[in-house]
């Protein structure tokens, strides 16, 4: 049995490990962004605040990408097709290409009347116009990119994605400072940066699956049952993103409303929300794919070993990560626009951020283990009762409209609080039976 439980926490490590440093580098493209743009003025940070939110609206609702591949992988992988398991795959990637394109198009098209419902100022509208009108262009390549890690962990491999988007970091983190600072672009080169970090990730996948493809005999052309059968699995998690979106994005309204200094003061906030929620999620990840490598293998007690393991790891890691975000709390929002003034508006908020990391990580947790088990369908459902709570709250912030550091660490409260317990009573109820357990590829 102790061998066992040692086996069982390395193979935790060997996909959770390797998956932090990817994960963290995916909201790092958003931090530098913040950063390097944060030193322009608040306008501009706060313009991003709009466009992030946007960009990260289009891209969440197309999460399915990586979370319906990653377990359809390891299931085929699971029972010993490693040939369909990578076609599978490939297929998801055909799809994201697909759907990139469109959204880019539409998005663009639609900037003019995206940002305006959001409140601003005219000069923030103007910022956030800029930086979206660039970005839609690598909506794509973003997609691909969730795709393509998608189907490497689901084959157990996450030290791969790491490397690309390690790579893609430093790429992104350099055209950036010459972009914005070197040519004088402002607000524009930040987006020029990122876009082009974006398709040289895409780049280097699609060298790496290629190879993947040829040692596994898979067929790299779209096969148009795997690509519809891609789409339907992902409709309802679909679905369940898109109820997290709509939490997402009342929350920004209800900051825009609040000030442009507590716009910017959120943007700083949630970025950190952000990259803290990618860093608990590395343990998400091993549990989507060793919970549908397990199911794909029928061996429900090893299932049964990692929905217990990978929660209390997720529960003392958001301890952790909570403490950190203390202890630092009061040096964020300095680091980001080098103001005292927004560091300590944003302060009270990152210390409630730091308080709820414990239950982030296990809600993180959760909803790996039941989007590796396919219980898609029960994470839709889940999604819109999260809401029943939060959005009369968020409501009564937006009527009581408290401002200043007050206003957003209540702000915070609603979100990092009453979201996340909502979030964790209905998660934490399905696991308790077995009804998401489905064995079989």
Not at 64 to 91: C, E, N, Q, W
């Amino acid at each position: 049995m102790e061998g066992t439980r040692d086996t069982l926490n390395r193979d935790i490590l060997r996909l959770a490990v390797p998956a932090l440093g990817a994960l963290v580098a995916e909201p790092l493209f958003l931090i530098v962004d913040s950063a390097l743009v944060g030193h322009l003025g608040v306008v501009p940070l706060a313009g991003l605040g709009i466009a992030s939110a946007v960009l990260q609206t289009i891209v969440g609702l197309m999460v399915f990408l990586a979370y319906s591949t990653t377990p359809a992988v390891a299931r085929r992988f699971g029972a010993g097709d490693s040939g369909k398991a990578v076609s599978a795959g490939i297929d998801g990637m055909w799809l994201a290409l697909g759907l990139g394109a469109i959204l880019a198009l539409v998005g663009y098209v639609a900037i003019p009347v995206i940002v305006p419902l959001f409140g601003a100022s005219a000069e923030v509208a103007e910022q956030a116009s800029i930086y979206l009108g660039i970005s839609m262009w690598g909506l794509p390549a973003m997609l691909i990119v969730f795709a393509a890690t998608g189907l490497l962990r689901g084959m157990q491999d996450t030290v791969t994605p790491l490397w690309i988007a390690g790579l893609g970091f430093g790429g992104n983190a350099v055209l950036n400072a010459v972009f914005i600072y070197g040519f004088g672009w402002g607000i524009a080169g930040s987006a020029v940066g990122t876009v082009v970090a974006q398709w040289g990730m895409v780049a280097a996948f699609v060298v790496v699956i290629g190879r993947l493809a040829r040692r596994h005999d898979a067929t790299v052309r779209p096969q148009r049952d795997g690509v519809s059968g891609s789409a339907r699995s992902g409709g309802w998690l679909f679905l369940r993103t898109v109820s997290l979106r709509i939490a997402l994005l009342a929350t920004v309204g209800v900051a825009s409303g609040l000030g442009t200094d507590e716009l910017a003061g959120w943007q700083v906030a949630f970025t950190i929300f952000s990259t803290a929620a990618f860093a608990l999620d590395a343990l998400a990840i091993a549990a989507q794919a060793l919970i549908g490598k397990g199911l794909g293998a029928e061996d429900d007690r090893l299932v049964t070993r990692v929905l217990g393991r990978t929660v209390a790891w997720g529960l003392w890691f958001g301890v952790i990560v909570g403490l950190l975000i203390g202890a630092f709390s009061g040096l964020i929002g300095l680091l980001f626009t080098g103001d005292a003034a927004v560091a300590a508006l944003v302060q009270p908020a990152l210390l409630v951020l730091a308080v709820a990391q414990p239950v982030c990580g296990v809600v993180f947790v959760l909803d790996g283990v039941l989007i590796g088990a396919g219980d898609a369908k029960y994470l839709a459902i889940a999604g819109v009762l999260n809401l029943v709570p939060f959005l009369p709250v968020l409501v009564a912030v937006a009527l009581l409209h408290p401002t200043g550091a007050w206003g957003l660490a209540w702000l915070a409260v609603t979100f990092f609080g009453v979201y996340m317990l909502a979030r964790l009573a209905t998660l934490g109820w399905r696991v308790r039976g077995r009804a998401w357990m489905t064995a079989g590829a």
